[in-house]
């Protein structure tokens, strides 16, 4: 790699005939072109981490006045009263975990599943259109989704989705699925949050089974399993930290999608067991509350609730990318 | 596992056995043909589930694409290109402004994000050994992964707050904010990608490494990295949440990085959450001329990437 002065000063290149004179301006300035050349890509590079302490003191600094004032007591209080100073950010919280816990349970065995499909049984000249397909859900901006959630997916939750649950199967009977259906609800935010994480844990968990060797199947189909007794029981296990490590990605984007939850979670201080009923997640909370924030105070406990979801985000993304990393190997897993 | 039990319930004669099969081996071979009919069965239902699952996970898409272009093409005219908003109750209009914004937006955190993104990646391929590169590639990934929303947080705090109002450039920093680590992790493995013996011979041709660097390992890759940029910026021009903290947005035509500044995904938002009918009209043609640009880019992308093969090559 290293090439010093003295191997370049006598390196006869053919094209150096034309013109010496720039040869020899390169051998003189080479040293020091080297250097700059470093310098500049190594300041680069360190814009990244930089770029991410910036995050962090911004955060911060912005959420410190709450933070201060409202102590641990912020994460369990369910208090969001603006007029007379009071917030706190469990509703919030609840309303993420659960909108994000319900995209998972809906988009994980989908997305896991057309993986497989793509990576196991598709005929050869399909599985490029479905990957594409499944990974064009990925470029539809954010706030595209919720205007379609707004006007064609709410509506159908509120006229068939919800009163289907609720009386055809009888699941009224049990806190989760029971109230009015009003159509913007936890169970409409997770609905949207499903499709919209599954690209996302669909072309992890698909590179990590490309990436599982060839003998590990052969081997299994050899021994007499049938195709899917193959997958059971010699690939998935091969690439099941992968996978998790992709699940744990979708629920990093469930956790801080903002616009398209933003517009159909209903907007409501609220934690109910009921699906059915509107809630809040932090950052659509924050994105319905900024605007229209009544004083410091105010706004200190948005960017305080910030900084929870970006804790939490934080912690969840180092998980993931290690378990991917893991399984990865050498081989690059795009997300 | 099942395999085991199969292969373990074959009938296997024992040598000098009578030839007519005894009563037991005939219940075992049985029962074997059971279970490789139970296990056929299982298997095909699966095969089912997994097909059933691809045709599910393509059909919101199918949806998606399928009402954008009934309410928007409907709502679109030539007027949405090239008139602002009118007030509310007036019909008529488009979103002029919005999509101006939009490339202004997206044109400050280009300039800024994508020579940071190339510079780092550049880094962190060439000296992937370091261990700045692994902290860079591993922080890169972190960032990839935060909401969108913080970026926007940030570049309120450090850009909006100190200067009392919102602006353009605030909000394309914030863009360029997530624009860094999406190049960076493209760039390092496009670079990582450019066989070695082309640097080598570079190298041995005495050309600098700065030179070697730029002229020849960049170069070769840069189809590569045009791609995933493209695909970098046809995120980030959908982008709504790092706005609401920065561009603010705007009903009139701005030109100013200084000023507040519309988007045409701001604009959607507005308009979709809006009670009003003709401004749902507008947010529908919005969001087509939206995802169509964004489509249209990342499929550029992706098939330049396809009929690159690897990518890798110019």
Redo the contacts between chains.
């Keep these: 790699m290293t090439v010093n002065a003295e191997t370049r000063s006598d390196a006869g290149a053919p094209g150096d005939a034309a013109s010496p004179g720039i040869e020899g301006q390169h051998l003189q300035g080479g040293g020091l072109a080297d250097r700059v050349y470093d310098v500049v890509i190594k300041g680069f590079a360190l814009c990244v981490p930089l770029l991410l302490l910036l995050l962090v003191l911004a955060i911060t600094e912005a959420a410190w006045p709450a933070l201060r004032q409202f102590g641990f007591g912020f994460l369990t209080s369910s208090d969001w009263d603006p007029n007379n100073q009071k917030f706190g950010a469990a509703p919030a919280i609840y309303g993420t975990i659960v909108s994000s816990i319900i995209a998972l349970v809906i988009a994980t065995p989908l997305a896991v599943g057309v993986a497989i499909y793509i990576a196991e049984f598709a005929p050869l000249w399909l599985r490029r259109p479905v990957a594409f397909l499944i990974d064009l859900l990925a470029a539809i901006p954010s706030v595209v989704y919720g205007l379609w959630a707004i006007f064609v997916l709410v509506p159908l939750m509120r006229t068939a989705v919800m009163p289907f649950l609720r009386d055809t199967l009888h699941l009224g009977a049990t806190p989760l699925f029971s109230g009015p259906a009003y159509g913007p609800s936890m169970l409409s935010a997770g609905l949207i949050l499903a499709i919209m994480v599954l690209p996302y844990i669909s072309s992890v968990s698909r590179e990590v089974l490309l990436a599982v060797p060839r003998s590990q199947r052969e081997a299994a189909l050899a021994l007499g399993a049938t195709r899917w007794e193959a997958i059971q029981g010699a690939v998935l296990p091969f690439a099941k930290s992968g996978i998790i490590g992709g699940i744990i990605l979708g629920l990093g984007r469930a956790l801080g999608e903002t616009m398209a939850v933003t517009m159909v979670i209903g907007n409501r201080h609220e934690i109910s067991a009921s699906l059915f009923s509107p809630g809040y997640t932090i950052a659509s909370l924050i994105a319905n509350e900024f605007s229209e924030a009544s004083g410091d105070l105010h706004l200190s406990a948005l960017m305080a609730v910030g900084f929870i979801l970006f804790v939490i985000t934080l912690i969840v993304n180092g998980i993931a990318r290690w378990l991917v990393w893991q399984t990865g190997g050498g081989r690059r897993v795009r997300a | 596992?099942?395999?085991s039990e199969?292969?373990a319930g074959m009938p296997t004669p024992p040598a000098g056995a009578p030839m007519r099969p005894s009563v037991r081996q005939r219940e075992a071979a049985a029962r074997t043909s059971r279970t490789l009919v139970r296990?056929?069965i299982?298997?095909n239902i699966?095969?089912a589930?997994?097909?059933?699952?691809?045709v599910?996970?393509?059909l919101?898409?199918l949806?998606?694409l399928f009402?954008?272009a009934k309410?928007g093409l409907s709502s679109l005219s030539i007027d949405f290109f090239i008139k602002d908003p009118k007030s509310v109750g007036e019909s008529g209009g488009g979103m002029a402004n919005a999509i101006i914004g939009t490339l202004i937006v997206v044109s400050v955190g280009c300039a800024i994000g994508l020579?940071?993104?190339?510079?780092?990646g550049?880094?962190?391929s060439?000296q992937k050994h370091t261990r700045?590169?692994t902290?860079?590639r591993?922080?890169?990934?972190?960032?990839?992964?935060?909401?969108?929303?913080?970026?926007g947080?940030?570049a309120?705090?450090?850009l909006v707050?100190p200067v009392g109002h919102f602006s353009a450039i605030a909000g394309g920093i914030a863009l360029a904010?997530m624009l860094?680590?999406m190049v960076?992790r493209t760039t390092e493995?496009m670079v990582?990608l450019v066989p070695h013996a082309l640097r080598e011979a570079a190298?041995?041709?005495?050309y600098?490494?700065?030179?070697t660097?730029?002229v020849i390992v960049l170069r070769t890759a840069m189809g590569g990295i045009v791609t995933g940029a493209l695909?970098a910026v046809?995120?980030i021009?959908?982008?709504?949440?790092p706005l609401?903290?920065t561009a603010l947005g705007n009903q009139f035509r701005s030109f100013s990085l200084s000023k507040p500044i519309a988007a045409l995904?701001l604009q959607?938002?507005q308009y979709?959450?809006s009670p009003y009918e003709d401004w749902?009209a507008q947010?529908?043609a919005g969001?087509l001329v939206?995802?169509a640009m964004?489509?249209t880019i990342?499929i550029v992308a992706?098939v330049a990437t396809t009929s690159h093969g690897d990518g890798g090559s110019d």
């Excluded at chain 2, 589930?49 to 691809?54: D, I």
């Excluded at chain 2, 960032?143 to 929303?149: E, F, T, V």
């Excluded at chain 2, 021009?237 to 949440?241: D, F, I, K, L, Q």
Aim: avoid cysteine; charged fraction near 10%; hydrophobic fraction near 65%.
């Design positions: 596992m099942k395999m199969a292969i296990r056929r299982v298997n699966m095969v589930l997994l097909t059933l699952s691809a599910i996970a393509t919101p898409l949806f998606i009402h954008l309410s020579p940071i993104g190339v510079g780092a550049l880094f962190v060439e700045l590169a902290v860079v591993f922080l890169a990934d972190v960032l990839n992964g935060l909401p969108s929303i913080v970026m947080i940030f309120w705090q450090f707050r904010a860094v680590p960076t493995e990582a190298l041995a041709l005495g600098s490494r700065a030179r660097g730029l695909v046809a995120r021009a959908g982008e709504t949440a609401l903290f995904p959607i938002f979709a959450v749902h947010a529908w969001a939206l995802i964004v489509l990342s992706r």
